[in-house]
């Protein structure tokens, strides 16, 4: 789960966004908690104009970690 996490954020840092959010989805799928990966999918979604998968990814980092101010600003 680690390994795809920081390799869709270097995905991300090239501007590769459709491989950072395959990475990002794949971390999630091994690790359903990773509220990185959540964090760092919904940026993409963002960026990506994908507002409605954006939120939803929002929404659950909110519910795994209340106090996250990145969460809660998204």
């Known amino acids: ?6 390799r869709a954020y270097a995905f ?7 491989e950072a959010v395959r990475d ?4 999630l799928d091994l690790n359903r908690k990773n509220l990185n990966a959540y964090l ?4 993409i ?9 954006a ?3 929002y929404r659950t980092a909110l519910s ?3 106090a996250s ?3 809660q600003d998204g």
């Open 45 to 53: 979604y963002l960026q990506k104009e994908n507002p409605r998968d």
């Open 12 to 18: 991300c840092n090239l501007a590769l966004y459709d």
């Open 69 to 71: 101010v990145v969460a």
């Open 55 to 57: 939120a939803a990814d």
């Open 40 to 43: 760092g999918r919904a940026d």
């Open 64 to 66: 795994l970690d209340p």
């Open 24 to 27: 990002y989805s794949k971390a």
């Open 1 to 6: 789960s680690l390994h795809h996490e920081h």
